[in-house]
């Protein structure tokens, strides 16, 4: 069963984005009679039967709600900045691996420095990439991905959050 990921939270009936609706139907060349797993930006997970496109947007009607299994325990990653593709590589097996929250620090001997422009457009590619991780290890929500924290300033989230 095909899963996916949409921007808005989920209600009875939802639309998936253009880009969504394409990538299911034509490149996955899902059957429409067959229904899809969808998470929405809720963190909500149901099973949904797609209706019709119109538009190049799917419409897409609610079958149930799917509860997921809360975990006892969450997984953090604190993970140095790598140059190019090692980094991206990390962000997919940490996805995959059931990761819930990756922190990005920049370290002492870290040689990948970005500026701000190049940092938002890096972001939203690793965000791409672990978006499509989830998808493929079928993963019902995405992991948080927090950049340009110092280690000290994760160190004191995560100290607060263990105090809960």
């Given at each position: ?24 139907l034509h490149v ?75 922190y990005l620090v920049?370290?002492a001997n870290c ?54």
């Open positions: 069963m095909k899963k996916i990921f949409i921007p808005t939270q989920l209600d009875e009936t939802i639309e998936l984005p253009i880009d969504v609706t394409h990538h299911v996955f060349r899902h059957n429409i009679e067959k229904p899809i797993i969808v998470t929405g930006s809720d963190n909500r997970c149901g099973m949904y039967q797609i209706i019709e496109e119109v538009d190049g947007k799917a419409q897409a009607k609610l079958i149930e709600y799917i509860e997921g299994a809360a975990s006892s325990y969450r997984m953090i990653l604190v993970q140095s900045i790598l140059k190019g593709e090692k980094l991206e590589w990390v962000l997919q097996k940490a996805t995959e691996l059931n990761v819930d929250t990756i920049p370290t040689v990948a420095k970005y500026d701000e422009k190049k940092l938002h457009s890096k972001v939203n590619r690793w965000e791409k990439i672990m978006l499509e991780a989830a998808q493929q290890c079928g993963r019902n929500q995405l992991p948080s991905l927090v950049v340009g924290e110092t280690l000290l300033q994760v160190l004191d989230i995560e100290s607060e959050a263990l105090k809960l």
